[in-house]
C-alpha cells in the first residue's frame, strides 16, 4: 500500500511535463523514503533521474518499494486535468494493477478520481558513477533556455566552455554561426546569478535537441546546474524546491 | 565532424 499527497499539485504537474517527451514508458520506484525514477532513451543517448523525497511531501506512506510502471503519455493525459491549484493524492495497493489519482480543489468543493493501468515494465536500469566534473556552473534556468532556444535556430549542436567570468555557447550551422556567453556575478545575487567553478578547463559539444527537451524543466527552478568534463556526460540538474531533483545526463558528441 | 557518443559506454548497465 502506497499513498503519497502533495498540497501543491502543479509541482507533479510540471514533473511529469518536464518528462514527457523523453519518457515513454518508466517504472516510478515508491520506495519508503520517496519516489525515484530512472529512465534512459532507446538509443542510449539521454538519461533522466528523478527523486521526490518522502519528507517533501505533506502525507506519504510507503512500507516497501513497488515498482510503478507508468506509460507517460497516458499519466499526462490524466494529470492534465489537475488544476494548478489542486491537491494531488497517489495511491495504489500492493497488486501493482493501477495507481489511483485524485485531484481535490484548495476549497475542497470538487474531489476528481482516476485510476490509470500500471504496466509491467522490465527496463534497463545503469549505476550512476559519483561523477567529479571539472565544471560547475549555477545560472538561472531561463536563461538556459533563452540559449538553447535562440542557438537551435542557428544550427544542432553546441560547443560549452567555461572561464572564471563568463560561460560561453557557441553553434555553427549553414547560415552561419553565433555564441552566446552568460557572464558570472557576484555571489550576492543567489536567485539571478551566475557562479561558475572549475577546477579545469572543459570544451564540449553536444546536441542542442535533447538540451532544448531539458529546459521543459524551467518551471521547476528558477536556478539549473550544469556541470561538464572533457568526454564525459553532461549533467543537467533542476532542483525541486527542498523535495529533490530532476537530474538529465547527456552523452557528448564525440569526435571521428 | 563528430558523431553522438552513448550513455553506455560511461554509466555500467546494471
Redesign the interface.
Known amino acids: 500500500m502506497l499513498e503519497a499527497r502533495l498540497a501543491q499539485g502543479n509541482v507533479l504537474k510540471k514533473v511529469i511535463d518536464s518528462l514527457r517527451d523523453l519518457v515513454n514508458e518508466a517504472n516510478f520506484e515508491f520506495t519508503p523514503s520517496g519516489i525515484t525514477l530512472q529512465s534512459m532513451d532507446s538509443a542510449h543517448v539521454i538519461l533522466v533521474s528523478l527523486l521526490l523525497r518522502a519528507d517533501g511531501f505533506d502525507n506519504y506512506r510507503c512500507d516497501r518499494t513497488i515498482p510503478v510502471g507508468i506509460n507517460m503519455a497516458s499519466l499526462s493525459k490524466i494529470i492534465r486535468a489537475a488544476a494548478n491549484d489542486d491537491a494531488i493524492t497517489l495511491r495504489a495497493d500492493d497488486n501493482g494493477e493501477s495507481l489511483n489519482l485524485i485531484f481535490e480543489a484548495p476549497n475542497a468543493g470538487r474531489v476528481s478520481d482516476y485510476e490509470l493501468k500500471l504496466m509491467d515494465l522490465d527496463v534497463e536500469q545503469v549505476a550512476l558513477p559519483d561523477m567529479s566534473y571539472d565544471v560547475t556552473v549555477r545560472m538561472p534556468s531561463e536563461e538556459l533556455q533563452r540559449v538553447c532556444r535562440d542557438l537551435s535556430a542557428v544550427g544542432e549542436s553546441v560547443t560549452i566552455n567555461a572561464t572564471k567570468e563568463s560561460i560561453n555557447f557557441g553553434v555553427k550551422g549553414e547560415l552561419g554561426s553565433g555564441s552566446i556567453a552568460i557572464r558570472s556575478t557576484a555571489p550576492v545575487d543567489k536567485k539571478e546569478g551566475v557562479s561558475i567553478s572549475m577546477r579545469q578547463p572543459a570544451d564540449v559539444s553536444f546536441s542542442l535537441k535533447f538540451l532544448t527537451q531539458f529546459t521543459k524543466a524551467t518551471p521547476l527552478s528558477e536556478t539549473v546546474r550544469l556541470e561538464f568534463s572533457n568526454e564525459c556526460p553532461m549533467l543537467v540538474e533542476y532542483p525541486i524546491g527542498d523535495m529533490g531533483y530532476i537530474r538529465f545526463y547527456l552523452a557528448p558528441k564525440v569526435d571521428d | ?14
Open positions: 565532424t563528430s558523431t553522438q557518443g552513448r550513455l553506455d559506454t560511461f554509466f555500467k548497465v546494471v
